[in-house]
């Protein structure tokens, strides 16, 4: 089954812990997107990478930190300096740059600070 | 104000009834036209795509563009109590498109009722 995975599916973390969210997909896709969900707020975007080792911020990335090793892959850090970490995470991909492409979501990460 | 305005309800109708969900936006460069749907605790997926102004129909969902006004709907016929859920729009710019990023409206959340 193609699809894009995020672990864990709960998550906490501890004052002053950095902690990393897990998005892995096998859709062959070169576009991965990372959101924060929070109610009444739709979702707004973190971090995007078009293609392997390179990524950019997206509008509130202030807390956050990413990396693009390989394609299928795109963990997302939480650290300490985001104060306000309790949401829901979405990882997201799409075909490619370029194109108006759909974007396919993962089943989302609940993180919630202890 | 946000670039994308859409209602966060709740929106409470009985089964069969014609729904109508909206979101405006303001600006006029957006081209690209989506419409997610989220069941509670999981990822969004595409319901609705639609590319410039028009009508796009699937089965009981009908995806209305109005660039002039700058308001785009989705209808769902005789609603059933599995559309309860919370309905995402989502729009991009061929300004945008390039960097495949989407900016979301708030969500509404729909229950029918059996």
């Known amino acids: 089954d193609g699809g894009i995975t995020q672990s864990p599916k709960y998550l906490f973390r501890k004052e002053g812990q950095n902690v990393t969210l897990s998005c892995e997909q096998n859709l062959n896709h070169d576009a991965m997107y990372w959101y924060r969900q929070d109610p009444g707020q739709g979702l707004r975007l973190i971090y995007y990478s078009q293609i392997v080792n390179d990524f950019q911020k997206g509008d509130i990335a202030e807390g956050y930190s990413v990396s693009r090793e390989k394609k299928e892959s795109f963990p997302l850090t939480v650290t300490s300096a985001q104060k306000n970490p309790t949401a829901f995470y979405l990882c997201?991909?799409?075909?490619?740059?370029?194109?108006?492409?759909?974007?396919?979501f993962g089943p989302g990460t609940r993180l919630l600070v202890l | 104000q946000k670039e994308v305005e859409q209602d966060p309800g709740p929106l409470s109708v009985p089964e069969g009834a014609i729904v109508s969900l909206n979101c405006t936006y303001s600006?006029?460069?957006?081209?690209?036209f989506m419409w997610y749907r989220q069941y509670s605790r999981k990822g969004p997926e595409l319901l609705m795509y639609?590319?410039?102004?028009g009508n796009k129909e699937d089965g009981r969902f009908t995806a209305q563009v109005d660039k002039s006004s700058k308001y785009i709907s989705l209808f769902i016929r005789d609603s059933q109590p599995s559309d309860s859920a919370t309905y995402l729009c989502?729009?991009?710019?061929?300004?945008?498109?390039?960097?495949?990023?989407?900016?979301f409206g708030q969500g509404t959340t729909l229950q029918v009722k059996p």
């Open positions: 639609t590319y410039s102004s």
């Open positions: 997201a991909s799409s075909r490619g740059q370029g194109t108006q492409e759909t974007q396919y």
């Open positions: 600006n006029s460069a957006f081209q690209y």
């Open positions: 989502a729009m991009s710019s061929t300004l945008t498109s390039n960097t495949g990023k989407l900016i």
